[in-house]
């Protein structure tokens, strides 16, 4: 039986989803079929380059994963709140790390969700020193593999502009069907109460 | 160090993305030439801070409280100085209490106790139309989520003798419970709809959201809703942040 499969997003009328739309949730094959087709860097040549792949935070260093956060230019966080976050990360967790140095991630990928249908991927990162030579990609292609392994194929992330043509090759897609991701900020409402 | 040129995978490191008023007090933490526009003045007023507070800004309530010379500051607390002697949003609050034109009593519950029967679920999905799924992953779902906010309506007779409850919306939102969370399935019965209930539902999910700490709420909006969402305060494609959906190959 094919796994069930729906891009959910928050409607209050009853709407049939649109033709286009069905393609994106029709499977026509069962996920674990298709999952070993999307790795294009295998383990083992990641272990020859030197990395070891991690899928659990037993030997993530949180303040190494905050300087990688830091060289990307994304904001610190509170150690505590780190743990706490990785710790309900029950989408799937992936990071790579030099074999050299187990407890320091150079590349790292996390999804939240809710185990069965939906999962966000948050804070991609790869370490600027390691950077252009395939690990965002290979961790990604694992969280998405894991989640797919899961039966989890409603996948979504956040994009900045200029990584959109990132994610594209690995199989996003931006706005489908005019679905919008859209994000609580205080300062809207007050504009609106001006 | 992170060039445009360049194909890599780096997040934020343009300035153009910085639109928030931090200092870098320290460049030892960052590698050369990685530009960090930041500017604050400890004076400025936290709802400034707010007002002109960008994308990642709002999910400030993650970053390191004690200023050592970090490159991003956090304000005290994610909510607004208005909002800091708000109660904090009950488990059940009760929305409305009126009469119906054949004399019962109705009343609309918003509930964040999460317990929902799935079967009513699934009824209330029917009538909305939205496809059906299995029951048990479903109830995994909800499990599984961080927060589950549902509107009952509760009706009793004139006699006073029935009362029945029912279903009549619902939203959840999945999260890391630290820093970010998604608000998935938002739905109420289409006789109860046009009435400001889902404005509500909304509303308070992300009001106990907020007030969990959670300084990151999204959610993800068929077009034909995300004007609903704009009026509740969300914002689509925050700074030119967009959405995207894993599909499967063709």
């Known amino acids: 039986m094919h796994s069930y499969i729906n891009i959910r997003s928050p ?17 026509r094959y069962t996920p674990t079929a298709v999952a070993s087709l999307s790795i294009s860097i295998p383990d083992s040549e990641l272990s020859a380059r030197g990395f070891s792949i991690n899928y659990s935070t037993t030997n993530l260093n949180p303040s190494a994963l905050n300087d990688v956060f830091a060289s990307v230019g994304f904001p610190r966080r509170d150690t505590a709140r780190l ?3 990785l710790s309900h990360s029950s989408g799937s967790l992936v990071w790579l790390s030099r074999t050299t140095d187990p407890t320091k991630p150079v590349a790292f990928a996390r999804a939240t969700g809710d185990g069965v249908f939906n999962a966000v991927v948050w804070d991609v990162v790869v370490d600027p020193s390691y950077q252009g030579i395939g690990l965002g990609k290979a961790v990604m292609e694992r969280v998405i593999a894991d989640l797919r392994e899961k039966g989890i194929v409603n996948i979504a992330l956040y994009a900045e502009p200029r990584v959109i043509s990132f994610y ?25 109460k001006r | ?16 993305l910085s639109s928030s008023r931090f200092e870098v007090r320290n460049n030892k933490l960052l590698p050369p030439g990685v530009y960090l526009r930041l500017k604050r003045k400890p004076e400025k007023r936290l709802e400034r801070w707010f007002l002109k507070a960008g994308f990642w800004d709002s999910i400030a309530s993650s970053i390191l409280k004690n200023n050592n010379a970090t490159e991003t500051m956090v304000p005290p607390s994610t909510l607004h100085e208005e909002e800091e002697g708000e109660e904090p949003i ?24 999460g317990d929902v029967d799935v079967h009513a679920l699934q009824d209330l999905c029917d009538k909305v139309g939205w496809p059906r799924r ?3 992953k479903v109830a995994v779902s909800l499990k599984n989520s961080f927060l589950v906010a549902t509107l009952y309506s509760i009706t009793k007779s004139p006699e006073g003798d029935e009362e029945r409850k029912q279903l009549i919306g619902m939203a959840r939102a999945t999260s890391d419970q630290a820093f970010n969370a998604t608000i998935w399935d938002v739905i109420v019965d289409p006789s ?6 889902g404005k509500a ?32 305060g969300f914002e689509a494609d925050p700074e030119g942040i967009k959405g995207m959906f894993w599909h499967l190959p063709f």
Do not use: W
């Open chain 1, 83 to 85: 743990n706490l976050a």
């Open chain 1, 11 to 27: 409607l209050l009328r009853s709407t049939i989803l649109p033709l286009s739309l069905r393609r994106y949730i029709t499977p």
């Open chain 2, 201 to 232: 539902l909304v509303q308070k999910l992300t009001r106990a959201l907020l007030q969990r700490d959670i300084g990151n709420i999204s959610l993800f909006a068929d077009s034909k809703v995300v004007d609903f969402y704009k009026n509740l």
């Open chain 2, 134 to 136: 299995p029951l048990s």
């Open chain 2, 90 to 113: 009950p488990d059940q609050l009760l929305l409305a209490d009126r009469s119906l034109s054949d004399g019962t009593q109705e009343q609309i519950i918003f509930s964040l106790t």
């Open chain 2, 192 to 197: 109860y709809q046009g009435q400001g209930l």
């Open chain 2, 1 to 16: 160090m992170c060039s445009l040129a360049a194909p890599r995978v780096c997040f934020r490191c343009h300035p153009c």
């Open chain 1, 168 to 192: 594209r090759p690995l199989g996003f897609i931006p706005d489908p069907d005019g679905i919008k991701g859209m994000v609580y900020s205080r300062r809207n409402l007050q504009k609106k």
